[in-house]
């Protein structure tokens, strides 16, 4: 831990269970619900609530393990705005999309729901599927693969998906997906260097209306600001870059962030804790262990129009392994509160506190 900082990571729950690694943490937007999937081609689901130990504590418990059903790892996986379907990507290039037997809407923590079952599976990559993420209005879902294309699918009722665009604007693997947070606007990255920006043209299809260049390598997370109107990318460059939205289809990087020894495979913008002009947390992790929390804050200068300062680190978070994943969760009263996933197999809670 770094004394002079003004905050630190305090970690609330240690989360075995994987028996491979374990690729990404997704909380669930609507209900006290963390997923974690892994190599071992499950996706495991954790309840958490208050602990009796004190207001602040929470106590997290396993819930239940899908077993997928996919042949290969399941590297990525993305809860619809609703709460209530979970999509995962799998590296048998297959996208599987679940739903639990009995949805209540009730605030419980999902313990007495029925088992979750595979309401349609989505074929059309050729090769591993990278990622998969929701649209805010969760009416679409993208997904990307090393077979260098991003799909688009239409939400459709009764567990219909159609799709609305193969796009093959990259000439390498795809690395991550993102949706902006209140637009249909899709960004993913690329082991291209290259993050491209997609919109639907109502009188054609989805295309490509911005390729934003900078990074010297891969492009392994991206992530938008709460307010929509950052992206912050991370990179086998050793780099984060933050793009600005300068005009409504033009982007431009703005600030540069370095703080890893190895590559950045995850980041994650919150909206944190502070001051109204603060656009919030990012956190940033990957290759050596070490998770980064900065505080991002507006300037008045057009030159250098955003400034960052580093909260709070935590080095070795999951030990000598590399950490794949990191999230913020979405919910409100729960701001401080992020979840990594490492090659240990585990899946770490932490809450951002006072020095």
């Known amino acids: 831990m770094d004394v002079d900082l003004p905050c630190r990571l305090e970690l609330i729950s240690d989360l075995p269970g994987h028996d491979e690694r374990a690729w990404q943490v997704a909380w669930n937007p609507t209900k006290p619900l963390l997923a974690s999937c892994s190599a071992d ?4 689901t954790y309840s958490y609530r208050p602990s009796d130990h004190g207001s602040k504590s929470l106590a997290f418990s396993h819930v239940g393990t899908i077993p ?3 042949t290969k790892t399941v590297r990525s996986i993305a809860w619809a705005p609703s709460g209530k379907t979970l999509a995962a990507g799998s590296f048998d290039s297959n ?4 739903e639990r037997e009995d949805v209540s809407d009730s605030e419980d923590s999902g313990e ?11 074929e059309g990559h050729e090769t591993e599927c990278k990622s998969v993420g929701y649209s805010s209005s969760g009416t679409l879902l993208a997904s990307c ?4 294309t991003v799909w688009i699918w239409e939400v459709q009722p009764d567990a219909d998906f159609e799709c609305m665009g193969v796009l093959m604007e990259h000439s390498q693997d795809v690395k991550c997906v993102a949706w902006h947070p209140s637009e249909e606007i899709l960004a993913s990255g690329s082991y291209d260097d290259t993050i491209k920006l997609y919109i639907d043209d109502p009188s054609e299809d989805w295309y490509c209306f911005s390729t934003l260049s900078g990074h010297k390598s891969t492009v392994w997370s991206l992530s938008w600001s709460p307010q929509g109107s950052y992206l912050a990318s991370s990179s086998d460059d050793l780099t984060i870059r933050i793009w600005k939205r300068v005009e409504e289809h033009k982007w431009k990087s703005v600030l540069e962030l370095r703080g890893h020894e190895r590559s950045i495979y995850s980041i994650s913008w919150g909206v944190g804790k502070g001051a109204s002009e603060n656009l ?6 990957g290759g050596d262990g070490k998770i980064n929390v900065w505080e991002i804050t507006e300037t ?3 030159k250098d129009p955003l400034s960052a300062k580093l909260l709070a680190r935590v080095s070795g978070a999951h ?9 913020w969760c979405p919910r409100l009263n729960h701001s401080d509160l992020l979840a990594t996933a490492g090659d240990d197999g585990l899946v770490k809670v932490w809450r951002v506190v006072p020095s």
Do not use: F, P, Y
């Open 41 to 44: 081609k499950s996706v495991r």
């Open 68 to 70: 997928t059903g996919h």
């Open 95 to 98: 996208v599987s999309v679940w």
């Open 112 to 122: 007495t729901a029925g088992d979750w079952e595979c309401v349609t599976l989505l």
């Open 145 to 148: 693969s090393r077979d260098k």
């Open 280 to 285: 919030g947390w990012l956190a940033t992790t």
């Open 300 to 302: 008045q200068h057009t």
């Open 319 to 327: 030990d000598v392994n590399d950490i794949n994943s990191v999230s």
